[in-house]
């Protein structure tokens, strides 16, 4: 995607109305690190794809291990805003493991 992508605008206006708690979950779902590398956002990169074989009712979808995210061809923000939190809060902890106690 490139900063004139509708989709690119859509995902740039979404981010920037999310609070803490949300921006932390959007970090998880793409790198599985809550929080920012040392050095913060001038660390942190993330490629962004089009997803151009999925529709605009599926879930956008990342690749943690590398840093990507590929989005559907939503035509609002409000469309990826709801399909975006949906993915991120559905995926959470899926990388971590549990523990028991012994």
Do not use: W
Not at 7 to 33: H, N, P
Not at 38 to 61: C, L, N, Y
């Amino acid at each position: 995607l490139t900063e004139k992508s509708p989709s690119y605008k859509f995902l740039v206006a979404v981010l920037l109305e999310l609070g803490q708690a949300e921006r932390s979950r959007f970090l998880d779902f793409v790198s599985s690190c809550p929080r920012l590398p040392p050095g913060g956002i001038a660390k942190f990169h993330v490629d962004v794809f089009p997803d151009t074989s999925a529709s605009r009712q599926a879930f956008p979808r990342s690749r943690a291990c590398a840093n990507q995210l590929y989005l559907p061809p939503y035509t609002s923000k409000e469309e990826l805003q709801a399909k975006l939190v949906e993915a991120m809060h559905s995926s959470a902890g899926h990388h971590e493991q549990r523990v028991r106690d012994q």
